[in-house]
C-alpha cells in the first residue's frame, strides 16, 4: 500500500478519535436509559462503534500505517 498522506493520516487520527469519544459517551448513557427497546438499540450502536475502531485499528496495523520505531 501506498504512504499515507499527512492529511490522510490526520484524518485517519480525528476519526478514530471521534469514533472513541463517541463510544464513551454512549456507554455513559447506556446507563441512563430505562426503556428496554432503547437500551437494545443503544447496546447494538456501542458494539458497531467499537467494531468500527477494531477496523480502524486493523486497517492500521496491517499497513503498518503507525511508525512505533524503536526506543532509543
Known amino acids: 500500500m501506498r504512504k499515507l498522506a499527512e492529511g490522510e493520516n490526520l484524518s485517519l487520527t480525528g476519526l478514530l478519535k471521534m469514533e472513541k469519544?463517541?463510544?464513551?459517551?454512549?456507554?455513559?448513557?447506556?446507563d441512563l436509559i430505562t426503556d428496554e427497546d432503547l437500551k437494545k438499540?443503544?447496546?447494538?450502536?456501542?458494539?458497531?462503534?467499537?467494531g468500527r475502531?477494531?477496523?480502524?485499528?486493523?486497517?492500521?496495523?496491517?499497513?503498518n500505517i503507525?511508525?512505533?520505531?524503536?526506543?532509543?
Open 53 to 63: 475502531i477494531k477496523g480502524i485499528q486493523q486497517f492500521i496495523n496491517e499497513n
Open 21 to 30: 469519544d463517541g463510544l464513551s459517551v454512549a456507554k455513559a448513557m447506556q
Open 41 to 50: 438499540q443503544a447496546e447494538a450502536a456501542i458494539l458497531a462503534t467499537e
Open 66 to 72: 503507525a511508525d512505533t520505531g524503536e526506543v532509543r
